[in-house]
């Protein structure tokens, strides 16, 4: 069965520090995602992507964090100045469209220190 | 705004019990609504999903959930529960023109040998 593939598994990084997250999504899906899990909390959306573009960002996607889809395959998340309070389970996600759900990669965990 | 309450943050259950979890959306329109297990450091599997049609719908391992509109309700249920299905299980629903999710706080299941 087709996967979404999330490198690396787990991420340390210093406070200040620029961090990129990648994905790899299903290859014939159309809509790409970032979420992200802080310990203990629950699921939060980040970011959509279709057609090459962002198409909604929650409150949370500040000016820190970009996404790129810089070859066709390949769906990047970067944080520019990690804070201690980046430190959680980034999940990436991909879907055909609106009647199939979605494929979860199995998360990034990023430790700012 | 979308929101989705799992009112139970734990519950405990002997092996070979039956298992209800309750979840309850808010939304205008039909909702498409998930449920996601989450074992602990693993990413999110979909059990389920519920679109439209048959208001009871089969997921993978066992588990089932059912749609009622008049209580704004998806309700998760397996009739015996095996120790293998102790997790995190989250509710989610979807709507809008770019299908994000919006999750729940999850409910921790214990299984009890």
């Known amino acids: 069965e087709p996967e979404v593939t999330q490198t690396p598994s787990h991420q340390v990084t210093q406070m200040g520090q620029e961090v990129i997250l990648r994905c790899v999504p299903i290859s014939n899906h159309l809509y790409f995602y970032w979420y992200r899990q802080i310990l203990g909390q629950k699921v939060e959306f980040l970011v959509s992507f279709y057609n090459n573009e962002i198409s909604e960002k929650s409150e949370i996607f500040d000016d820190q964090f970009s996404v790129e889809r810089p070859d066709g ?3 990047t998340l970067k944080i520019r100045s990690t804070k201690l309070e980046d430190s959680a389970m980034y999940f990436c996600a991909s879907s055909p469209g609106a009647n ?4 979860f990669g199995s998360g990034t965990r990023l430790t700012v220190v | 705004a979308q929101s989705v309450t799992q009112p139970d943050i734990h519950i405990t259950v002997s092996e070979g019990a039956s298992l209800e979890l309750r979840c309850n959306y808010s939304y205008g329109a039909t909702p498409y609504l998930f449920w996601y297990v989450q074992s602990p450091g693993q ?6 999903k519920y679109f439209s049609g048959d208001t009871l719908v089969q997921g993978i391992k066992g588990f089932e959930a059912e749609f009622k509109r008049s ?3 998806f309700n998760l249920r397996k009739p015996s529960v095996h120790w293998s299905d102790a997790a995190e299980y989250f ?13 729940g706080k999850g409910t921790l299941l214990t299984v009890n040998p």
Do not use: D, E, V
């Not at chain 1, 199939?100 to 494929?103: A, D, K, R």
């Not at chain 2, 509710?91 to 999750?103: D, E, H, P, R």
């Open chain 1, 100 to 103: 199939y759900g979605y494929t």
């Open chain 1, 73 to 75: 395959s390949n769906f």
């Open chain 2, 71 to 73: 209580q704004s309700s």
């Open chain 2, 91 to 103: 509710c989610a629903q979807s709507g809008g023109s770019n299908y994000k999710l919006t999750f």
């Open chain 2, 43 to 48: 990413g999110l599997q979909l059990l389920l």
